[in-house]
């Protein structure tokens, strides 16, 4: 195939264009002079010769060869992330553009949103890494130090790692920065910008006029020995306002450096086990935490599976080969009575936090070709949704319009607007009026959406979802935890307690998630099944970083995976850090402080203990990566009735591991061997095991065996037959 390339700067897509030739492709190429400017007649006669057109940024070139292709010419964008901040892409025909291909998420969300590119014309297709390029053996004394490739325009935001040295040399004067590339004044048009230098000159002062940063801070030369001067960096960091992609942090990460990256939007989709920061203090303590334990090593080793899983080469080709094959876009399925069975799943959570996104998703493979998903998010108030709850107009416009987002090959999630709309959508003309009873809204929803010939069973987790139900509704019940009880206290819940039995007997079928449930509730079920909790085993067991023999035993990792809420054990948790200061505790959840306000001084308490690390709600992979790395997992508890019913999610996820697991006593999870599973009563018999655990570190083939063996695909089996 001949490809025309064209663009004012091809740099970026180079290495890919020599993959590309390697697999037979020939190559025409198309310089323009700048954003805008080019020799038309030098183009025109370079499309007589092309099979498909490349447009190497989304700007004038994309315009002038949108508008001059060919009827048989397959025509394709890369959309990088300058251009959202110009006004090319409003000109560009997008009907004689075949695919936009995006290198971020959040690029591509905004691009959709702010030139409204058609999506179904929108593809995702990362930057590669060329991973053994940068795979080499680390200098001595790198752990020390932290890179960061690119420091130009101030959105590189050097000035956050700078804050970062300054709190480092107080405590050990062998923190140091490596910055490499162009100086800033170098470049002519950033200079000219009086923002811009007075930024730089201003930060050059604070770092001379430190002695602790004067030469702690080295300037690198820009130059293309990455690979080299990678071997000196421990930690390399992504402090930017914005990225694309950000290819330094791959890179990095490829050649073993720990990332340190920064919040900012799209990142965690990204790099999706990298922890995210904000603040200085935090950084700086996680980076001591880090080197003074295993958690360095195993970070290293961590970092490189992930770009080798997400953006190896053979990949990324494979992907670039498949959209340049010609393609049928009419070959989308119209859901309308196309699937002939439809699980309607009432969520408690949005699908991307929601905590049985991924039993439901081996539920999604199961089932036959004629049978769907569909995911009912939470909120049918659209104005509170958008104002309060943050959730992107456009999302809540298609929600609205009975149009759902496909989140896999057969499920479909959406929310049910049928209140508070904004008088904007009611004068839509194409806006489908929903019913103000959610019930009947959801039939004429689902109706509008799948049509009319489709068997519906509904599925429910709580005991007052039932009102979104019709009384002639079919419905699973899946019970996970004891809500006709109070999880902190276990005190009884009269009106739950009285009302949930009916549901129970009305439910086509009833899952139960514990043996303990399942025993106090199946007399109430006409067709109970105990399917109890399962695991994504391989997400949880790919991360597992084993010490090499070469590791020296350092201070040992305790870690916890999950909410932080009023079942949490916080007095317990507390007084475990205190015992032991020479261990590194890491907390990984959302602290639900809106449910702690009785032990908030508790709780601030924890935080502050300089061997705590509470990095908030995190990525699936990142928690899976988190634990993996650990060297003891905890379960701290409250010991109640409500408790005593719950099989935590979290002890399959920590088995995958293998590490030893400690948890505060539950009745369905008691009978579980105690070589693989400890059960602390009290608060000595805590301090006992966690010392017992720490000095072995062991990693147990039964657990990852065990957790194996509750594998989602195993279990979801049992629902649908």
């Known amino acids: 195939m001949k490809i025309l390339i064209n663009g004012h700067d091809l740099k970026f897509f180079y290495s890919i264009r020599a993959e590309l030739e390697k697999n037979g492709h020939v190559f025409l190429e198309d310089i323009w002079k700048s954003h805008d400017h080019h020799d038309s007649t030098h183009s025109l006669r370079l499309i007589e010769s092309a099979d498909t057109i490349i447009s190497e940024w989304a700007l004038g070139n994309a315009i002038f060869y949108a508008e001059n292709k060919k009827p048989h010419q397959r025509h394709i964008v890369r959309f990088h992330a300058q251009e959202l901040r110009t006004e090319h892409c409003f000109k560009i025909n997008y009907d004689n553009v075949d695919r936009i291909v995006f290198v971020g998420p959040h690029v591509m969300r905004e691009a959709i949103k702010k030139f409204s590119i058609p999506e179904k014309k929108c593809v995702l297709i990362s930057n590669y890494v060329d991973f053994e390029k940068f795979d080499i053996e680390k200098m001595g004394g790198n752990e020390y130090c932290l890179g960061i490739i690119g420091f130009s325009p101030m959105s590189k935001r050097l000035d956050r790692l700078i804050d970062v040295l300054e709190i480092l040399v107080k405590k050990d004067k062998r923190y140091h920065i490596r910055v490499k590339g162009q100086m800033p004044f170098s470049y002519d048009w950033l200079w000219a910008r009086t923002k811009e230098r007075n930024y730089y000159e201003n930060l050059f002062t604070r770092i001379n006029s430190n002695p602790s940063l004067r030469y702690n801070v080295i300037f690198d030369p820009y130059g293309d020995d990455v690979p080299g001067w990678l071997r000196y960096i421990g930690f390399i960091c992504s402090p930017s306002d914005s990225e694309s992609f950000h290819m330094a942090l791959a890179e990095g990460m490829a050649s073993g450096a720990v990332p340190l990256t920064w919040k900012r939007e799209g990142v965690n989709e990204i790099f999706k086990s990298n922890i995210t920061f904000e603040d200085p203090e935090v950084i ?7 080197n003074e334990s295993n958690e360095f090593s195993r ?5 490189k599976i992930y770009i080798k899983n997400n953006f190896y ?3 990324v080709i494979d992907s670039w080969i498949d959209i340049l094959k010609p393609s049928d876009d009419n070959e989308e399925k119209v859901l309308k009575n196309s699937y002939e069975k439809l699980f309607v799943i009432y969520g408690i959570d949005r699908w991307e936090n929601f905590h049985r996104k991924e039993m439901l998703e081996a539920l999604a493979k199961s089932v036959d070709a004629g049978t769907a998903l569909f995911f009912i998010e939470p909120g049918n108030h659209y ?7 943050n959730i992107d107009e ?3 416009k298609n929600d609205a319009l009975c149009i759902p987002r496909k989140k896999g090959k057969n499920i479909y999630v959406s929310r049910i607007i049928n209140s508070g709309y904004s008088k904007n959508l009611k004068e839509n003309s194409d806006f489908q009026s929903l019913p103000s009873i959610y019930a ?6 689902i109706k509008n959406i799948f ?7 509904h599925w429910i987790y709580k005991p007052d979802q039932i009102k979104n139900l019709m009384q002639s509704d079919k419905y699973i019940y899946e019970v996970y935890d004891e809500y006709t009880r109070d999880f902190s206290t276990g005190a009884l819940l009269p009106d739950v307690f009285r009302s949930e039995p009916a549901i129970l007997g009305g439910a086509e079928k009833v899952v139960f998630t514990s043996n303990v449930l399942f025993e106090r509730k199946r007399d109430f079920s006409n067709n109970p099944l105990l399917m109890g909790n399962g695991v994504d085993f391989s997400l949880f067991n790919k991360y597992l970083a084993l010490d090499s023999e070469k590791s020296i035993a350092k201070k040992g990792v305790v870690s916890y995976l999950g909410n932080l809420s009023d079942f949490f054990d916080w007095e317990l948790a507390l007084h475990i850090v205190n015992s032991f200061p020479e261990l590194i505790f890491n907390f990984y959840g959302q602290v639900e402080k809106h449910r702690l306000k009785n032990k908030i001084d508790i709780v601030e308490s924890i935080m502050k203990c300089k061997n705590t690390f509470f990095a908030g709600r995190v990525s699936r992979d990142c928690g899976a990566a988190a634990v993996a790395r650990s060297d003891v997992l905890i379960i701290p508890f409250v010991v109640n009735e ?3 019913a719950v099989e935590p999610l979290k002890l399959w996820e920590y088995f995958a591991t293998g590490r030893p697991v400690i948890s505060s006593y539950m009745k369905s999870i008691s009978h579980l061997d105690s070589r693989t599973l400890s059960i602390a009563h009290t608060r000595s018999e805590w301090i006992d095991l966690l010392r017992q655990h720490i000095s072995n570190r062991e990693i147990c083939e039964t657990r990852i065996n065990i957790a194996k063996s509750k594998s989602w695909e195993n279990l979801v089996r049992g629902i649908i037959t």
Request: net charge positive; aromatic share 4%; no cysteine.
């Open 394 to 396: 456009d999302e809540l």
């Open 440 to 445: 009947e809204a959801t039939r004429k929803y």
């Open 299 to 303: 970070l290293s080793r961590q970092a």
């Open 313 to 315: 080469k053979q990949n």
């Open 642 to 644: 409500a408790m005593d």
């Open 284 to 290: 700086a303590n996680y980076i001591i935490n880090t």
């Open 383 to 389: 104005i509170t949704l958008r104002d309060k709850i």
């Open 451 to 457: 049509g009319d010939n489709i068997k519906i069973i």
